[in-house]
């Protein structure tokens, strides 16, 4: 049996390999070539490999690189520093035994953080480790719409932007930026754990039914921690753009906590505040009047 680690660090070699061009690394490209990016061979001239050494390592066989050797590959393959640890990630949890039962609680976000999402005057939400919407703040709900609207195992924010049904939102210019963000953290989610049945049920399912997932979550991309600006076009408000950072809560992995600010006294500001404003006077009114926006 394959070792799962073994496994993803193949996939993510094969990925950065593709992503690379001849002349990216000083090569020329020769003839006609086969394959998207540089050739095994190539790249384990450049890392100072035996070609088939390199290939058992795509190949997710025994092999177990010393750091010497994920330092060379790691130049061949010009990783920025989140890949570079990603890479070493993988590939110590490579050398170690698979666990027979890894220990697999469930989620939850403590009474103190909960205290800390009530009294923020911000939007904010916490994500489990696999982008499960744990917990939320009125100002969230005013901004995102209500989460309770949703299914419980629905309430996942990749789930949720690869929607078919949703299809019409993915007009916005940060649509797939956005996504490869979501993404990102997922990978580092996977790189933690391979076989959770969290991850393995929702990155199946989207493999399964989404085109465009299975092209981005082949790009292998691994984020850590992000953070960007976003643009809610809100009918009752206008347009709202907000910065977003992740913030890491206790755990390994932990979840994390997703704040949306914007700079105070600014137009933008002054569009939030009126959307929390409609959002209470919406709370305070009979459920059949009250109108929901995806969580997202």
Same mark, same amino acid.
């Given at each position: ?7 993803? !660090? ?79 990630? !993988? ?35 916490? $994500? ?30 990749? $789930? $949720? ?44 399912? %989207? ?34 753009? !907000? ?28 569009? %939030?505040?009126?959307?929390?404003? %409609? ?18």
């Amino acid at each position: 049996m394959t070792h799962p680690y073994a496994r993803e !660090l193949g996939d993510f070699l094969r990925a950065r390999r593709s992503r690379l061009s001849p002349r990216d690394v000083g090569l020329e490209p020769g003839g006609r070539r086969k394959v998207t990016g540089l050739r095994r061979e190539e790249l384990a001239l450049l890392a100072g490999l035996s070609t088939d050494y390199y290939q058992r390592m795509e190949q997710g066989r025994e092999v177990r690189p010393s750091d010497d050797v994920l330092d060379a590959l790691a130049g061949a393959l010009v990783l920025d520093d989140d890949e570079r640890r990603h890479l070493f990630a !993988l590939a110590h949890a490579a050398r170690r035994p698979m666990p027979e039962r890894p220990e697999r609680g469930p989620e939850h976000v403590p009474a103190s953080t909960r205290r800390l999402l009530r009294v923020m005057d911000t939007p904010a939400v916490v $994500l489990g480790r696999h982008l499960d919407l744990l917990a939320w703040n009125p100002m969230a709900e005013a901004l995102l719409g209500d989460p309770r609207d949703y299914p419980a195992d629905r309430l996942n924010m990749l $789930l $949720l932007l690869f929607d078919d049904t949703r299809t019409a939102e993915r007009t916005c210019p940060d649509w797939e930026g956005q996504a490869l963000d979501y993404i990102g953290l997922m990978r580092a989610a996977v790189a933690a754990d391979p076989t959770h049945p969290r991850a393995t049920a929702i990155v199946g399912e %989207l493999s399964i039914r989404s085109a465009e997932f299975r092209r981005l979550w082949a790009r292998h991309d691994v984020r850590v921690s992000v953070s960007g600006t976003k643009t809610f076009r809100i009918p009752e408000a206008g347009d709202i753009t !907000l910065d977003w950072d992740t913030y890491p809560l206790p755990g390994n992995p932990g979840p994390v906590m997703l704040v949306f600010t914007t700079e105070p006294g600014s137009a933008d500001a002054d569009r %939030l505040q009126l959307l929390a404003s %409609l959002h209470a006077t919406r709370s305070a009114a009979p459920v059949t009047s009250r109108t929901s926006r995806s969580p997202r």
